[in-house]
């Protein structure tokens, strides 16, 4: 199953402050990512998910260590290729949506497509395919204003998708949504994931988010703590992220 | 905390957030302040009166111009500000203060603004005076010594104008806070001001919108008599209307089908600045409006300068075909005169045309100028010879008329087709309306007409009197004092025999046209002002626009849009929104200058191209800039 290495974390460590003032953010993560993986990152407030997925998706730079994604060091790009690297490989789902509010729903899907030089005509094929698969058919036309918070970030996720990327990152995507909002998103992200469409590494706090991942990490301090597998019903597997969660004790909001 | 406090506070964190706003109200306090100061110096003096009386009547209409400019200008701005301030200043609603609180912050605060924009447009005004008049008299070739003078009048003026207008919008402001609900301030700058107009009725505008300038268009450049004036009036209106309507309904509709079409749309960056194009279409389409009529203003202001200074030469030249002419009844002085000039004066060319001095009652056509000379078709076609100037355009027959006219700065009549004299009975028709100088100087004093020389003598014995003009063009009209006397005595002799006589002489250095270079170098200023204003509004507008689009650029760059792309898009973007107003106003201006055209008879179609490429030039300096400091603004 298993089959094609996306991403390749070795040893990852990320300091801040001045010289002699300096906090580790990150201990040292070592983390592999395969082809068609689910996989959460979970974690109290501090504990270094933001830096993490900030470095993967090369907003950050390490202090120490390497991020291999598709065999390149990301860390040793130079701003152009990273660019280039951010449109072809990686796609970006964001707590606030980060819909461009100048463009209507549809356009802002098609929009890396057509950065990309894709014919105008396949673009909109493709748009529309993705906004069926997430139920937003009827919106297409409509302007973020128009939309709700829901329909937004499942118009983010196929923007993210809409390239076919490598891997998506996704940064606490339900932070701002309600829970059947949320559970449409992540029933939706699933389903492609599913479908072998999609690599996603999520980024959560809460656990019923976590619980629809394949694997989850529990990042405490710095440094990875714990990896919990799926193994029966999602139901079965929430349970046990929760009992993870009080038995390591902290504030996971 | 006191609400003046609180107010003086805000507005010292904020002085360089709209330090545009200050600088631009300060610019136009600046200009009327200097205009002002040009009426009440002693600037033009030297031009004696009414010279200096017309000039003034000028600056007073620009001055109207320019208030209509500020009021629109502070409008404008004003209203960008209240929107910007609504959302921060709701925020002390939370804190528990009144709309009417609120208000009052708001109002304190723009006051701020507007009392330091006076302070800095009046001080800069008052160093620049100086500079100002230099370059005005530079420009007019007038030589005046000056001094530093700051008058009380134009401060007070302009002052009192200013106040009136921008407590007016404090006022408007102030009422539109209080009564605007809570969430309408909070939300106030986050509305999204892109809502997809209905098609009908952009349809409706755009229809209507290109009907109404090409009504104005035709008006302007249709030719006709003294109704012209209301038609250039109409003009004006219509044409300003049109634009209006055409940014409001014939853009949006434009990008709007760009944006419906995706195969358009979605190629590179296209999808990217389109749709920030039509996003701020709502928002914009008055800017560009208004930056279109004020540009079409500046082309039409250099035009007229351009013209204004080719009519001055012309109406010089005019004058001085001749040095010397004598008006007089005895015939057969040419000879002596051509003697006496001889003396002190290497004499050019000469003349001597006989003259009919007909009662106007005599005389009856559309255009009733008073009395009219009659002049004999063969004399003047001598003349012209002698004097080598352009021989007349043909014989008239005996019912027909050639008119002598002279140049002059503008004329409303600009249908010359059809016009008849009936003279003793008959009907002439006109075929001609000359303005070569066949008689120089007196020309330009008196009604002259061309008729065949049959019906010169059957109409001789109708007449007052039968006058001679001796005319003499000499070869160095610097000199012409050194002949003046033995004329003088010349005149004297005859008029102490009972004969009418006079003499003019022309000054080579005589100013009373100098005041038409006046009006030449204040259009430029005219030109100056409207083109730095409609540049500084649309600069201004896309600096204020660029730090909205900060987020946008952060997100694109995120999912991984390089900067080259991104910069590209603005490019574009900003590059539209200099070009649009820009081709509307090169397309509308070809028709005011034409408009021009007619009313000076003059071709100025070169002046148009050029003012037209003045204008671009400047553009792409305020472009450049603008793309320059948006990069910057946004952070990308």
Request: hydrophobic fraction near 45%; aromatic fraction near 12%.
């Amino acid at each position: 199953m298993h089959s094609e290495k996306i991403v390749e974390i070795r040893n990852l460590v990320k300091d801040y402050g001045v010289k002699g003032f300096q906090t580790r953010v990150l201990k040292g993560i070592d983390l592999t990512i395969f082809s068609n993986d689910f996989i959460a990152i979970m974690g109290p407030s501090g504990s270094g998910k933001t830096t993490l997925l900030n470095i993967l998706s090369s907003v950050d730079k390490p202090t120490l260590g390497s991020v291999l994604l598709d065999g390149r060091d990301i860390t040793k790009l130079s701003n152009k290729e990273l660019s280039r690297l951010r449109r072809d490989k990686i796609g970006f789902i964001f707590q606030d949506y980060n819909l461009l509010d100048t463009m209507s729903l549809k356009d802002n899907i098609a929009l890396p497509l057509a950065l990309n030089g894709v014919a105008g005509r396949e673009c909109s094929r493709k748009a529309e395919e993705l906004a069926e698969m997430f139920g937003l058919k009827d919106h297409l036309d409509k302007y973020p204003y128009q939309l709700s918070g829901g329909q937004k970030q499942r118009g983010a996720a196929c923007r993210a998708l809409i390239t076919g990327p490598e891997i998506i990152f996704a940064d606490e995507p339900t932070g701002a949504l309600d829970s059947k909002a949320g559970k449409d998103l992540l029933d939706a992200l699933l389903r492609v994931n599913e479908q072998g469409n999609a690599t996603i590494l999520m980024v959560t706090h809460d656990a019923y988010s976590a619980s629809y991942a394949k694997d989850v990490y529990i990042l405490s301090d710095g440094a990875m703590k714990c990896r919990i597998s799926r193994g029966g019903s999602r139901k079965e597997f929430y349970d046990r992220i929760m009992d993870t969660q009080v038995s390591m004790g902290g504030d996971f909001t | 905390m006191s609400i003046t406090r609180l107010a003086l506070q805000n507005f010292r964190k904020s002085v360089s957030t709209y330090l545009s706003l200050i600088l631009s109200l300060a610019f136009t306090i600046m200009i009327i302040y200097n205009f002002q100061c040009i009426v009440f110096s002693d600037l033009f003096d030297t031009l004696e009166e009414p010279n200096k009386g017309y000039i003034n009547v000028i600056i007073e209409v620009i001055t109207v111009v320019l208030v209509f400019f500020l009021l629109f200008f502070i409008w404008y701005s004003t209203n960008v500000f209240l929107t910007r301030r609504k959302r921060e200043i709701g925020i002390y609603v939370f804190m528990g203060l009144s709309n009417q609180r609120i208000g009052k912050l708001y109002a304190v605060e723009t006051l701020f603004i507007g009392a330091a924009a006076l302070v800095l447009g009046l001080g800069v005004g008052a160093l620049l005076t100086q500079l100002f008049q230099m370059i005005l008299l530079a420009l007019s070739d007038i030589s005046v010594d000056l001094h530093f003078q700051i008058a009380l009048e134009p401060v007070l003026i302009t002052t009192g104008i200013y106040v009136a207008v921008y407590t007016l919008f404090i006022i408007k402001g102030y009422v539109n806070i209080v009564r605007s609900s809570v969430l309408n301030m909070i939300s106030a700058s986050r509305r999204n001001e892109y809502v997809r107009e209905n098609r009908l009725l952009l349809v409706g505008k755009a229809v209507l919108g290109v009907a109404i300038l090409s009504t104005g268009f035709y008006l302007a450049v249709r030719a006709g008599g003294v109704e012209v004036i209301e038609s250039l009036l109409a003009a004006v209106v219509l044409v300003i209307m049109g634009v209006y309507l055409l940014f409001g309904g014939f853009l949006p509709l434009l990008f709007q089908g760009f944006v419906k079409n995706k195969a358009v749309l979605y190629r590179g960056e296209r999808t990217l600045w389109i749709n920030n194009v039509v996003y701020r279409m709502r928002k914009n389409y008055r800017t560009y409006a208004m930056t279109c009529v004020l540009m079409l203003c500046s082309v039409t202001a250099l035009a007229t300068s351009f013209a204004m200074r080719n009519r001055y030469d012309n109406i010089v030249r005019f004058r001085r075909t001749y040095t010397f002419q004598i008006l007089s009844d005895v015939p057969g002085s040419q000879e002596q005169l051509a003697g006496l000039i001889g003396r002190d004066n290497n004499i050019l060319y000469e003349s001597c045309v006989e003259l009919l001095s007909l009662d106007a009652s005599l005389v009856d056509t559309q255009f009733n100028y008073g009395n009219y000379m009659i002049v004999p078709y063969s004399q003047v076609a001598s003349l012209a010879e002698d004097a080598g100037l352009e021989p007349l355009f043909r014989e008239p027959a005996e019912d027909e008329v050639i008119g002598l006219s002279h140049v002059v700065l503008l004329s409303f009549i600009t249908d010359r087709s059809d016009i008849t004299y009936t003279i003793n009975g008959r009907v002439l028709r006109e075929i001609h309306d000359t303005d070569e100088p066949y008689l120089g100087y007196l020309q330009e004093i008196g009604n002259y007409l061309v008729v065949n020389d049959r019906f010169y003598d059957e109409l001789k014995p109708l007449g007052w009197s039968v006058m001679y003009v001796y005319s003499f063009g000499i070869e160095d009209p610097e000199n012409f004092a050194a002949s003046k006397d033995e004329l003088d005595a010349f005149v004297s002799a005859e008029r102490a025999q009972g004969h009418y006589t006079g003499c003019v002489t022309i000054d080579p250095h005589d100013k009373t046209a100098d005041w038409i270079k006046v009006l030449y170098s204040l259009c430029i200023f005219v030109f100056m002002v409207f083109v730095l204003a409609s540049g500084s509004i649309l600069f201004m507008k896309l600096y204020n626009d660029a730090f909205e689009e900060r987020g946008r650029y952060k997100v694109l760059q995120k999912i991984g849009c390089s900067e080259r792309r991104l910069r590209r898009a603005v490019s574009r973007e900003l590059g539209c929104t200099y070009a649009l107003p820009f081709a509307v106003m090169a397309g509308s201006a070809f028709f005011s200058v034409h408009a021009l055209e007619r009313l000076m008879s003059e071709n100025l179609m070169t002046v148009y191209g050029v003012s037209v490429l003045i204008v671009l030039a400047f553009f792409l300096v305020f472009y450049r800039a603008s793309v320059r400091l948006y990069y910057k603004n946004a952070g990308i």
